[in-house]
């Protein structure tokens, strides 16, 4: 059973988001999605100041098994990129919850959460999957 932490929010396409003390957002892919993939290749990510959509593609990850379509679970801005990511993927599948985030979002807005599924929903998706 995959680890899904009860401090985030998370999308059906299994992206988390993670709000701290300041408003800023970390978003990145979960437990679940980071073993589905596999060994991973290649990541692509937006830079600083670049918008992100609600459940819109922000970038690609590719395995040795296929390409996939990062979505954001939030609108908003980067404020920061995970840079090392570039070079290493393997925080990704070592750590998708703590070293393997993705980027940094300053929220468009405070409504953001109401739109993602919560832990136990996402839990029961799984499950049911």
Do not use: C
Request: avoid cysteine; proline fraction near 5%; charged fraction near 25%.
């Amino acid at each position: 059973m995959s680890e899904v932490p009860a401090d985030r929010f998370y999308l059906s396409s299994h992206e988390w988001a993670q709000e701290d003390e300041n408003g800023v957002v970390t978003i990145g892919i979960t437990e679940f999605a980071a073993s589905e993939l596999g060994e991973l290749v290649y990541i692509e990510l937006p830079g600083e100041g670049e918008d992100v959509h609600f459940e819109q593609q922000f970038g690609e990850i590719e395995s040795v098994k296929a390409v996939s379509a990062l979505n954001s679970p939030l609108s908003g801005q980067v404020i920061e990129s995970n840079a090392s990511l570039l070079d290493s993927q393997e925080p990704i599948t070592d750590s998708p919850f703590e070293e393997g985030w993705m980027l940094k979002i300053k929220p468009a807005d405070d409504s953001w959460k109401d739109q993602l599924m919560t832990p136990a929903d996402y839990e029961s998706q799984l499950n049911n999957s």
